[in-house]
């Protein structure tokens, strides 16, 4: 595979979990709880990714909503873990310095007509 052709390749589409303790006191081992006491890889679960976030929390990423759902429901089974599904949105976008007088239609017309490529995809 060349380097243009990587870089081409669009993402997998994940889905994810967020996995929390049910105790506070626990905050920031969540990661090591999941290890120990979850063990997706005796669940035959398959992770893409795994991040820490800044409340102690850590989000799981599987490629499968079965997996993601096998998860879910192992870790709700848990006595110190619980888990939340993230629902992933659309992407938004603000403009700034747009003429308050232009329309929405006329706007959205701007924007496609310079945009042809999106449009197609």
């Given at each position: ?18 996995i929390?303790?049910?105790n506070?006191?626990?905050i ?9 006491n ?25 490629i ?7 998860l879910?429901?192992v870790?709700?089974?848990?006595k110190?873990?619980k888990s ?6 659309s ?12 329309d929405?239609?006329?706007l959205?017309?701007?924007?496609c007509?310079?945009n042809?490529d999106?449009?197609?995809?």
């Amino acid at each position: 595979m060349t380097y243009a052709k990587a870089v081409s390749k669009k993402p997998e589409q994940t889905f994810a979990i967020k996995i929390s303790t049910k105790n506070s006191k626990d905050i920031g081992q969540v990661e090591q709880l999941l290890k120990t006491n979850i063990q997706p890889s005796k669940l035959n679960v398959p992770i893409a990714k795994v991040k820490k976030i800044k409340t102690g929390e850590v989000i799981v990423e599987c490629i499968n909503k079965k997996d993601v759902e096998k998860l879910k429901t192992v870790v709700d089974t848990s006595k110190e873990l619980k888990s939340k599904e993230i629902i992933k949105g659309s992407p938004r976008v603000i403009l700034n310095k747009i003429d308050k007088n232009l329309d929405k239609t006329k706007l959205i017309e701007v924007i496609c007509k310079n945009n042809k490529d999106l449009i197609e995809a």
